[in-house]
């Protein structure tokens, strides 16, 4: 308990006869970033909402900081929700100053960390305009600005890269490094595998409710063995999909992610391409995030 930021016990939580969250067990590590993966409408709002005391579990135990989730340790924890919530007509340094004294900062402590935070995120020039004037992606910032503002321990992000350009998500990535090695934990909920791949040290997916898997990323990995095959070549590969042993791939035309069977041998695929295609690389890799994902929900996912 000493060393978990958040700790999960057997939680459930249903909304009717739709059971939302089942039966999840899980420890968030103190000092982590640690990514909360899955498919949209896998769980994972309901059950960071449950850790933000917003719904309560049905049944099992939630722990933050070590403490039961409730208004005690709230003041420890920032929190960007997937759904924005801002007072549309305050100016924004008003509504942040607003939003630190809930936190129970100073008015001028607060207006002060809000002024250097909106001129770190770009939003500078913007502090005296209304909310409602903001565009989407300024309004986004504005509200992650609310979630820094009082230093928490443990920041929780829900979806935060949605929407944003490339410059702004590599903006919010720095942002989200340099506060995980000041010493805040970072939980974040995305279905962007790439983005969790490089930011996270520790992962869970969830899907359907149940958790699929958890671990570091090596562990994760290494659980599903080097069993893909980065393929660079000339000429048209579409063949290779129908290959014995390949259960699956990734075509970006001159470039393919090959998914092999459990036991299948790479070289039997290399001899194959070198017969037909002009190669120019062939590298045998962990499967990424990516490839784990589709492995383990993209059977489970609703069908259209």
Same mark, same amino acid.
């Given at each position: 308990?000493?060393?978990?930021?958040?700790?999960?016990?057997?939680?459930?939580?249903?909304?009717?006869?739709?059971?939302?969250?089942?039966?999840?067990?899980?420890?968030?590590?103190?000092?982590?970033?640690?990514?909360?993966?899955?498919?949209?409408?896998?769980?994972?709002?309901?059950?960071?909402?449950?850790?933000?005391?917003?719904?309560?579990?049905?049944?099992?135990?939630?722990?933050?900081?070590?403490?039961?989730?409730?208004?005690?340790?709230?003041?420890?924890? /920032?929190? +960007?929700? !997937?759904?924005?919530?801002?007072?549309? #007509?305050?100016? &924004?340094?008003?509504?942040? %100053?607003?939003? =630190?004294?809930?936190?129970?900062?100073?008015?001028?402590?607060?207006?002060?960390?809000?002024?250097?935070?909106?001129?770190?995120?770009?939003?500078?020039?913007?502090?005296?305009?209304?909310?409602?004037?903001?565009?989407?992606?300024?309004?986004?910032?504005?509200?992650?600005?609310?979630?820094?503002?009082?230093?928490?321990?443990?920041?929780?992000?829900?979806?935060?890269?949605?929407?944003?350009?490339?410059?702004?998500?590599?903006?919010?990535?720095?942002?989200?490094?340099?506060?995980?090695?000041?010493?805040?934990?970072?939980?974040?909920?995305?279905?962007?595998?790439?983005?969790?791949?490089?930011?996270?040290?520790?992962?869970?997916?969830?899907?359907?409710?149940?958790?699929?898997?958890? /671990?570091? +990323?090596? !562990?994760?990995?290494?659980?599903?063995? #080097?069993?893909? &095959?980065?393929?660079?070549? %000339?000429?048209? =590969?579409?063949?290779?999909?129908?290959?014995?042993?390949?259960?699956?791939?990734?075509?970006?035309?001159?470039?393919?992610?090959?998914?092999?069977?459990?036991?299948?041998?790479?070289?039997?695929?290399?001899?194959?391409?070198?017969?037909?295609?002009?190669?120019?690389?062939?590298?045998?890799?962990?499967?990424?995030?990516?490839?784990?994902?589709?492995?383990?929900?993209?059977?489970?996912?609703?069908?259209?």
């Amino acid at each position: 308990m000493d060393t978990a930021a958040i700790t999960i016990r057997d939680v459930a939580k249903s909304f009717g006869e739709f059971r939302a969250v089942d039966g999840i067990t899980l420890d968030i590590p103190l000092g982590d970033i640690f990514g909360f993966l899955g498919p949209n409408g896998a769980g994972k709002t309901t059950t960071i909402r449950m850790i933000m005391d917003i719904l309560r579990p049905d049944s099992g135990e939630i722990r933050v900081l070590g403490s039961m989730p409730d208004d005690g340790v709230k003041d420890r924890v /920032g929190y +960007l929700p !997937e759904e924005r919530g801002l007072y549309r #007509k305050m100016k &924004v340094i008003e509504m942040l %100053e607003f939003q =630190g004294a809930i936190k129970g900062m100073a008015p001028a402590a607060a207006r002060k960390a809000a002024s250097s935070w909106l001129d770190r995120l770009e939003l500078g020039d913007w502090k005296e305009k209304k909310v409602e004037e903001l565009s989407k992606g300024m309004q986004q910032k504005a509200q992650f600005v609310a979630s820094v503002l009082a230093k928490p321990d443990l920041l929780i992000l829900d979806e935060p890269f949605s929407g944003m350009d490339p410059v702004n998500q590599d903006l919010f990535k720095d942002v989200i490094l340099d506060l995980n090695r000041s010493g805040t934990t970072i939980l974040f909920s995305t279905h962007q595998m790439d983005t969790a791949e490089k930011l996270c040290k520790r992962i869970a997916l969830i899907n359907r409710g149940k958790l699929k898997v958890t /671990g570091t +990323l090596t !562990e994760v990995k290494a659980g599903f063995g #080097k069993n893909s &095959v980065l393929l660079e070549f %000339e000429g048209d =590969g579409s063949f290779l999909a129908t290959l014995p042993g390949i259960v699956g791939v990734d075509d970006y035309g001159q470039y393919q992610e090959i998914r092999l069977a459990a036991g299948a041998d790479p070289q039997d695929l290399l001899r194959a391409a070198t017969a037909r295609l002009r190669i120019r690389r062939f590298e045998i890799v962990s499967p990424t995030l990516h490839n784990i994902f589709i492995e383990l929900v993209g059977g489970e996912l609703p069908q259209a």
